[in-house]
């Protein structure tokens, strides 16, 4: 099964930067989609960046467009996120999510099979 491990969370002033890493293992050769989602505290999951392995094209949720960066280094088998102008509403438990399916929609959470377990962020004012 594939694993995914997140780091690079933490605090950081609005305005701030932060890059999270996500380290995959196991048969990764077979990962499709790789996807950052957070989930802020009383609100539901979002998908914030996912990229598609086989061409590293790439998609981002409208509030984080021109802010943050996904990018993969196949070498390492890790995902990060370059997380630029941070504010206090990116502030969130992010999550590194794989499919190794063909998916319809990205941003879908129900399409992913492999979590990590989360690096909160969070951003103050």
């Known amino acids: 099964q594939v694993q995914l491990v997140e780091s690079g969370g933490g605090s950081v002033q609005a305005g701030g930067s932060l890059r999270l890493s996500c380290a995959a293992s196991g048969p990764t050769y077979s990962i499709k989609w790789l996807t950052w989602f957070r989930q802020a505290p009383g609100k539901e999951r979002e998908a914030v960046a996912g990229?598609?392995?086989?061409?590293?094209?790439?998609t981002y949720g409208d509030s984080v467009k021109g802010r943050f960066t996904i990018s993969q280094d196949n070498a390492k088998n890790t995902l990060y996120l370059q997380m630029n102008s941070l504010k206090p509403e990116d502030t969130a438990m992010y999550y590194c999510?794989?499919?190794?399916?063909?998916?319809?929609?990205?941003?879908?959470?129900?399409?992913?099979?492999?979590w990590g377990q989360g690096t909160q962020v969070t951003v103050s004012s």
């Open positions: 999510a794989s499919t190794t399916g063909y998916i319809t929609t990205w941003s879908r959470a129900n399409e992913y099979n492999y």
């Open positions: 990229i598609y392995t086989r061409s590293s094209i790439s």
